[in-house]
């Protein structure tokens, strides 16, 4: 199992960024899937989820400015970020969870500036 996210960069504040995380190895749609983000001297957080049916969850941080979205066909999961802040700056991750096993990216950072 691999998962491969892109997309991440420099963007000023107000901006936007669009996160992909391509799958192989797995089922997208047989997985809960997640993007995950974790700042410079703090714990990993949840930013958004969708599950195998379709629900999906957002934390408030996330609520209103962030979309995360799958690609069944394509085997891939994306967030679009936008309105982004400074505290958005993070290394950003994709999760799937399959038969409660989680697989991971490797990581792509955001870093949000001007």
């Known amino acids: 199992v691999q998962l491969q996210a892109s997309g991440g960069g420099l963007v000023q504040p107000g901006g936007s960024l669009r996160l992909s995380c391509a799958g192989s190895?797995?089922?997208?749609?047989?997985?809960?899937l997640g993007w995950y983000r974790q700042a410079p001297g703090k714990e990993r957080e949840l930013v958004a989820a969708?599950?195998?049916?379709?629900?999906?969850t957002y934390e408030t941080f996330a609520r209103g400015r962030f979309t995360i979205s799958r690609d069944i066909a394509k085997n891939t999961v994306d967030l679009q970020m936008n309105s982004l802040k400074n505290e958005d700056t993070a290394v950003y991750y994709c999760c799937a969870r399959r038969l409660g096993k989680d697989y991971w990216g490797q990581g792509t950072q955001v870093t949000v500036s001007s």
């Open positions: 969708i599950t195998s049916g379709g629900s999906i």
């Open positions: 190895g797995i089922r997208f749609d047989l997985s809960v």
